[in-house]
């Protein structure tokens, strides 16, 4: 190889390497918005996680450098040396000049056995001591449990405020999971159809919602903010949309958020959109969405001497009705929609509920001081599947309502407005 093309061969290498290292550091710096980031943690499982990869992050680092560093030098120490003869002819070895070959080193060896497994064990003790924290709960004198059901494809919220997960939940919602700041909320994490993972990175860690089983889990905000979480375990079409949040709030805010999720939703005056719009919902929309205090059993073709609504859409159903109920709906559910107005997002956190949701707006004035994302939502109740994919003949997801007119879909939705 002539020394020029050598030359040029060392600096594109270089400089393939150069733009990679540009890249990734440009790619964190360049922003402070990483929504998923488990680097930045903002609760207390999150840091006990962060404070297990940083560390393992140098160790492995180190042997990373020292690793390929040897095998560069050697690389070089070892290359094939003579130069080009001008006929195409260079670098091969004379018989004489072949290095001396060795059968093994035994000290060699017997190191780099035992400093791996040193190393390796050494992390492996710190991973479990920390992997026992992250199922701690710490008594926080919050008797409030979360069961966080995963299905195709989004997040449901079933509160039980008295931590009697054996009872129906107090108020059910979707979406996004509301939390008081500051303190251990433990979860159960379930499924209704396939295996999902409950992610909320800056919080905590993976757990698996796997179906037929409770998974135990905790989730822990030091300050209020709204983070963002997905779904780490593939769970079929949509599953890249099946995201949620996690919304942290001052312990007045949480009690004031509470007490209104658990009110009951009332009737729409007479003569109004709003009212037009309940009509079309109980007819069409009814059979799968509950609203609190509007949707009875019977619309969800049960018989009217069910439970209450408040909690008839309890995962695991145990009125008369059971059977009709899962044959309906093999997905399971739909979002509770008594509050939908009170969640920034919809539809597995997909779409922004409101325009100028993030921090911008106090969560608890959304409803009212929110922009709402009247185009989305409208397109959403017109067809559905179109805007996120899903299986609606199969029951995976909403169906499409092509059918509706113009002012039918502005009737909805003033009625959906009034879910607040
Ligand atoms: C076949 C059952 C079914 C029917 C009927 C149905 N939906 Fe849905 N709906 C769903 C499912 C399932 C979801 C969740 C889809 C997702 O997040 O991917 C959903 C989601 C929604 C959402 C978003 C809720 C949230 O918090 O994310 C709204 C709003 C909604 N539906 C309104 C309506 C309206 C209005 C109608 C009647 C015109 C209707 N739905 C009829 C099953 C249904
Ligand atoms: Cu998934």
Request: aromatic share 10%; hydrophobic share 40%.
């Amino acid at each position: 190889m002539s020394s020029r093309l050598k030359a040029l061969v060392w600096l594109s290498s270089l400089l393939v390497i150069a733009g990679t290292i540009v890249l990734i550091v440009v790619s964190i710096v360049v922003t402070d918005d990483h929504p998923l980031s488990t680097l930045s943690p903002v609760g207390r499982q999150g840091r006990d996680i962060a404070r297990l990869i940083n560390p393992i992050f140098i160790v492995a680092g180190v042997v990373f450098f020292l690793v390929q560093g040897a095998v560069l030098a050697l690389w070089w120490r070892y290359r094939v040396g003579g130069s080009d003869t001008g006929d195409g002819e260079y670098g091969y070895y004379e018989d004489d000049e072949f290095p001396e070959q060795i059968h093994g080193n035994d000290r060699l060896e017997i190191a780099w056995t035992i400093v791996p497994t040193i190393l390796l064990a050494v992390i492996s003790v710190f991973t479990l001591v920390g992997l026992f924290a992250l199922d701690d709960v710490e008594a926080s004198g919050e008797e409030m449990v979360v069961t966080v059901i995963g299905q195709q494809w989004w997040w449901e919220y079933q509160y039980h405020l008295d931590g009697d997960t054996t009872t129906p939940p107090d108020f059910v919602t979707a979406n996004e999971l509301v939390i008081p700041v500051g303190v251990d909320i433990p979860l159960e994490i379930k499924s209704r159809d396939v295996i999902h993972s409950f992610w909320v990175p800056k919080l905590n860690g993976k757990k698996d919602a796997v179906p037929g089983r409770s998974h135990d889990w905790v989730i822990q905000a030091d300050k209020p903010g709204r983070y963002r979480g997905q779904c780490t375990e593939f769970c079929g079409l949509s599953h890249g949309l099946m995201k949620t949040v996690a919304v942290a709030l001052t312990p007045a805010e949480f009690a004031q958020w509470k007490d209104n999720q658990m009110t009951l939703a009332a009737l729409p005056a007479e003569g109004t959109d709003a009212s037009e719009g309940w009509e079309i919902f109980n007819q069409q929309c009814a059979s799968c969405h509950v609203v609190n205090g509007l949707t009875t059993a019977a619309t969800r073709g049960g018989d009217t001497d069910s439970p209450p609504d408040t909690w008839d859409i309890y995962g695991e159903f145990n009125g008369d009705n059971a059977g009709t109920y899962t044959d309906q709906l093999v997905a399971g559910a739909a979002p509770n929609l008594t509050h939908l107005m009170t969640r920034g997002t919809f539809a597995g956190s997909w779409f922004d509920l409101y325009l100028d949701a993030g921090d911008r707006i106090p969560y608890l004035d959304l409803s009212t001081a929110g922009t709402l994302n009247r185009g989305e939502l409208e397109a959403w109740v017109i067809n559905a599947p179109e805007r996120k994919p899903a299986k609606a003949d199969d029951f995976r997801g909403m169906i499409a309502f092509t059918g509706l007119s113009p002012d039918d879909v502005d009737d909805v939705v003033a009625f959906l407005r009034t879910l607040d």
